[in-house]
């Protein structure tokens, strides 16, 4: 009753802000995303009779583990059995990256742990399961380009892959411009936004912002695509920042970075930027961009740590085990 999963963070290109039902994690939007090619979490399950108590290893607060076990005891109660679990769990980027670990995190707990309890689920059934512990880490289930419905009900709300990862051969090059720890949760954001009197307007436009991106994507039209991201991030730190209370996650260097951007697109290449619930900037460019952009990031001594992904592939199992 052991089992070990490797998951992808993952960026997304239509954000996931918002929620209908707060409870189930019901998206207020359909969410378009690309899992991460180095950005990833390793996690061992096991459940054994002969565990005293459960045990979660690793650097979490009492609150994250707290949300840990509450997703264990999803699993186990789908599974119907009460053995005590062992959890080991280890990333290959730093926690406070700007990076969401909370989608590579459940989705390798919701994979490890459902196998580990003996459960055969399938992959949709997966992504609704891992939505319960974090939304975004549905889309970190299937490979490559993903896209996640908002569904009216539980189990209409999944993630499936649009295309793999080899479709298209672009970059997120990860800026680091903070190791600090955010001031605002995600969850926070996620309720502060219906309060902004843009958020509205944001939400009657998004089903158009999907099927723009989705068509640069299905064309590979790389300048529509960028700008399509760029500015479905930019709305959404917009609604953010007119939230009561405003959240702003964005830091100087956050903006100085994205006027570099700008300036370096007038110049000729193409780069664009997108970012999380955090002052961390992603930026987006093809294959034969990568050493340019990453030159001209390095050179402005802005952030502390670059890390440089290609799309990835999704949830897999490993015989691997952290213990
Ligand atoms: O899955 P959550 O609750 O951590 O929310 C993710 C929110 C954003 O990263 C800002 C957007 C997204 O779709 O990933």
Same mark, same amino acid.
Not at 62 to 89: C, P, Y
């Given at each position: 009753?052991?089992?070990t999963?490797?998951?992808p963070?993952? &960026?997304?290109?239509?954000?996931?802000?918002?929620k209908k039902?707060? %409870?189930?994690?019901?998206?207020?939007?359909d969410s378009?995303s690309m899992?991460?090619?180095?950005?990833l979490?390793?996690?061992?399950v096991?459940f054994? !009779?002969?565990?005293p108590?459960?045990?979660?290893?690793? *650097?979490?607060? !009492?609150? !994250?583990?707290?949300r840990?076990?509450?997703?264990i005891?999803?699993?186990?109660k789908?599974? #119907?059995?009460?053995l005590h679990?062992?959890?080991a =769990?280890?990333? =290959?980027?730093?926690?406070?990256?700007? &990076?969401?670990s909370?989608?590579?995190?459940?989705?390798?707990? =919701?994979?490890?742990?459902?196998?580990?309890?003996g459960?055969?689920?399938? !992959?949709?059934?997966?992504?609704?399961?891992?939505r319960? #512990?974090?939304?975004?880490?549905?889309?970190?289930?299937?490979? #490559?380009?993903v896209?996640?419905k908002?569904g009216?009900t539980?189990?209409?709300s999944?993630?499936y %892959?649009?295309y793999?990862?080899?479709?298209w051969d672009?970059?997120?090059?990860?800026?680091?411009?903070?190791?600090?720890?955010k001031p605002?949760? *995600?969850?926070?954001a996620?309720?502060?936004?219906r309060?902004?009197?843009?958020?509205?307007?944001?939400?009657?436009?998004?089903?158009k912002?999907?099927?723009?991106?989705?068509?640069?994507?299905?064309?590979?039209d790389?300048?529509a695509?960028?700008?399509?991201?760029?500015?479905?991030?930019l709305?959404?730190h917009?609604?953010m920042? *007119?939230?009561?209370p405003?959240?702003?996650?964005?830091?100087?260097?956050? &903006?100085?970075?994205?006027?570099?951007?700008?300036?370096w697109?007038?110049?000729?290449?193409?780069v664009?930027?997108?970012?999380?619930?955090?002052?961390?900037?992603?930026l987006?460019c093809q294959?034969?961009?990568?050493k340019d952009?990453?030159l001209r990031?390095?050179?402005?001594?802005i952030?502390?740590?670059i890390?440089?992904?290609?799309?990835?592939?999704?949830?897999?199992?490993?015989?691997?085990?952290?213990?």
């Amino acid at each position: 009753m052991k089992a070990t999963a490797i998951a992808p963070s993952n &960026i997304a290109f239509v954000k996931f802000m918002g929620k209908k039902d707060e %409870s189930l994690r019901l998206p207020t939007n359909d969410s378009l995303s690309m899992c991460l090619s180095d950005a990833l979490t390793t996690t061992t399950v096991e459940f054994s !009779e002969k565990l005293p108590e459960d045990d979660i290893d690793g *650097t979490f607060s !009492e609150s !994250e583990k707290k949300r840990i076990l509450q997703h264990i005891d999803r699993i186990r109660k789908h599974a #119907g059995m009460t053995l005590h679990v062992r959890v080991a =769990t280890r990333n =290959t980027f730093p926690k406070s990256a700007g &990076i969401a670990s909370s989608a590579s995190g459940f989705a390798a707990l =919701t994979v490890a742990a459902s196998h580990a309890a003996g459960l055969s689920l399938q !992959e949709q059934e997966l992504t609704v399961l891992a939505r319960l #512990g974090s939304g975004s880490a549905a889309r970190s289930i299937p490979e #490559g380009f993903v896209l996640w419905k908002t569904g009216e009900t539980t189990e209409k709300s999944f993630a499936y %892959s649009l295309y793999p990862p080899s479709y298209w051969d672009i970059r997120d090059i990860v800026v680091v411009v903070s190791k600090k720890e955010k001031p605002i949760a *995600t969850s926070d954001a996620h309720r502060a936004v219906r309060t902004s009197p843009f958020f509205p307007t944001r939400l009657a436009g998004m089903k158009k912002t999907l099927e723009n991106i989705q068509k640069a994507l299905e064309k590979k039209d790389f300048d529509a695509f960028g700008l399509l991201a760029e500015q479905e991030a930019l709305n959404m730190h917009a609604v953010m920042l *007119t939230a009561m209370p405003p959240v702003c996650y964005m830091l100087p260097d956050t &903006i100085a970075l994205l006027t570099h951007v700008w300036r370096w697109r007038k110049t000729g290449l193409p780069v664009y930027a997108t970012l999380d619930a955090g002052p961390t900037v992603h930026l987006l460019c093809q294959a034969k961009d990568e050493k340019d952009v990453a030159l001209r990031v390095r050179s402005l001594g802005i952030g502390n740590d670059i890390l440089i992904n290609k799309p990835g592939s999704g949830t897999r199992l490993s015989q691997e085990h952290l213990f």
